[in-house]
């Protein structure tokens, strides 16, 4: 198994007025290929910066990160949106789907600033992607035409298109009904069991039974990081939900 | 990332707002149209002088007697100069090597009468160069023989407008014979229609007569009132004009460092001077209108700083997946220069058809050049740049952090 993500002694500072604001104050782990792990932690406990850090749009202050055994720490922006393009796949909680804009060519949009990828490539491989996450009657909606759950699942299309090292999910289920949760969140499992690594940041512990790791994050640092015994499953859960009549 | 993709998600974002974009391009198009029809107008009306002046003769050049003159104390008028005579028409004639036509030139003032009408025409005494001088044809009849000249001999041409007043309409007036100072002269010829000059005089208005006639018989003087000559390319006007004056010095003795008692003026030079207001004007409407483009283009520039803000979680997004800040400053820059260049496309069509349209219904004069639309065609791709640079910086400028979560 191969390191996805190392990170050692990480800090992150922000000057804030004139005060210096230690965001975080040094941490350490390893995220290994096809693990499936949920970052946690109340807000301010520094989560959404190390998920910054992590994703290649933020640079630590202190400490070294390795992602796919390249060190980000002292690349140049432009370095680190190729490193973005290539190897990170995003999914946020607001789904960020341009307007107007079809779900087919929201998900070819990564590939667009990829010069390598010929427009007959990035088209395939949108549609592969798209069907993979069930939408693949959906490729010519709008965002505006689908519903939160289905948007979200372009979004993940969109994250998964660049065939990403990692994919780094940012509160993806924070805007999204129970029933919609867990079914985003099967479909995470899915991925996971393909072989996906996947880092999933979360305030939400019962999101968190899905994954197979949980690091807790407080104040800056880590104050837990246990491989969990018993994977929840997210079919399963909304399996026993209780029906209800869908309304769109 | 390469050009081609950029350019279409740049065209996908103005076609996803095809109503700003429109919108905006109304500024650049108007000015641009503003530009073109403006130019158009003002050249024309160039066009139409310069065409004026040069119906007025070929490559004429006038030499004039003229100085200030001084007469037991009063200073007289230049045209009471009596400095000009045959002699030096003869020396021009004889020693001038760039001119191709030669003709003195004698005024006489008075009433022209045949039968119960009367018309007051000025007599021009002339030879027969002075035809082709001042480009006039002849419609009927013939012109003055050297016999005819010689001898001071008592025939005439007259212009169109004479021939309507003393004549009037449908009848042939060579042949006939009309009175003038009560002197009989002889219609020899009738000259073709010329209509007005670029000064508004009418050219038609003439009564040609040999210049030993009007010397000898009409005015009684010595002297010339001036002297009409073609230069034999336009090209060569400028050294017709000096060797004319050398010579014309010669002739009048006058001394290393002294004034001319006369003025040599050729066409080129008129054209010039009356072009030069009409340049003027085209200047000014130019710069109105291109003042009219500068504020198209901050329109461009107004709502790029819109769109910039409008789609800060877009650009944040695109950053996340992979754009650098040189992407990002690429595509909005081409969206800018895309609202301007086809706003000064469909400007170009705008200005080029209100232009004829102007020349239809008003019947001015329309000359459009290829100058003015590669102009105004590259002031508003300079525009697109200059006005799109700032928010496309801007965008690119943007942490991709604080973007993406942009509310």
Known sequence: MTDIIKVDHLKREFIVGDQKVLALRGISFTVQQGEFVTIMGTSGSGKSTLLN???????????????????????????????????????????????????LENVELPLMYNSAVSAKERREKSMHVLEAVGLAERMYHMPNQMSGGQQQRVAIARALVNDPVIILADEAT?????????????????????????????????????????????????????????????????????????VE | ???????????????????????????????????????????????????????????????????????????????????????????????????????????????????ANNWPVGMQGVNQDYLSIRKYGIGSGRIFTEREINTAAKVCLIGQTVVEELFGEGVDPVGKSIRYNKIPFEVIGVLTEKGENGMG?????????????????????????????????????????????????????????DDDDFHVRSQKEMLTMFSSTSSVMTILLAVIAGISLIVGGIGIMNIMFVSVTERTREIGLRMAVGARGLDILTQFLIEAVLISIVGGVIGVAIGVGSSFVIKSMLNWPIVITTSSIVLSFAVCTFTGVFFGWYPAKKAANLDPIDAIRYE
């Open chain 1, 53 to 103: 850090i992590l994703g290649c749009l933020d640079t630590p202050t202190e400490g070294e990160y390795l992602l796919d055994g390249i060190s980000v720490r002292t690349m140049s922006k432009n370095e680190r949106a190729r490193l973005r393009n290539m190897k990170i796949g995003f999914v946020f909680q607001t789904y960020n789907l341009l307007p107007r804009t079809t779900a």
């Open chain 1, 174 to 246: 924070g805007n999204l009904d129970t029933h919609t949760s867990y079914e985003i969140m099967s479909l995470f499992q899915q991925l996971h069991s393909d072989g996906k690594t996947i880092a999933f940041v979360t305030h939400e512990p019962d999101i968190a039974l899905f994954s197979q790791r949980s690091i807790m994050l407080r104040d800056g640092r880590i104050t837990r990081d246990e491989k969990r015994k018993k994977i929840g499953s997210a079919a399963e859960s909304l399996a026993a939900l209780p029906v209800e009549v869908e």
């Open chain 2, 1 to 115: 990332m390469n050009i081609t993709n950029l350019f279409r998600i740049s065209l996908k974002a103005l076609v996803s707002n095809k109503f700003r974009a429109l919108l905006t391009m109304l500024g650049i198009i108007i000015g641009v149209a503003a530009v073109i029809a403006m130019l158009a107008i003002g050249q024309g009306s160039k066009k139409s002088i310069q065409d004026e002046i040069s119906k007025m003769g070929s490559n004429m050049i006038m030499v004039q007697p003229g100085a200030d003159m001084f007469s037991g104390g009063a200073r007289m008028s230049a045209s009471a100069n009596q400095s000009m005579v045959l002699e030096d028409y003869d020396a021009l004639k004889a020693q001038s090597n760039y001119i191709s036509a030669i003709s003195p030139m004698v005024n006489a003032s008075g009433q022209s009468i045949y039968g």
């Open chain 2, 201 to 257: 005089q009418d050219q038609d208005d003439v009564l040609l007569a040999p210049y030993t006639t009007v010397q000898k018989r009409v005015v009684a003087i010595t002297y010339l009132n001036g002297i009409y000559c073609s230069a034999t390319t336009e090209d060569v006007s400028d050294k017709a004009k000096a060797e004319m004056e050398a010579i014309l010095r010669v002739q009048h003795q006058i001394k290393e460092g």
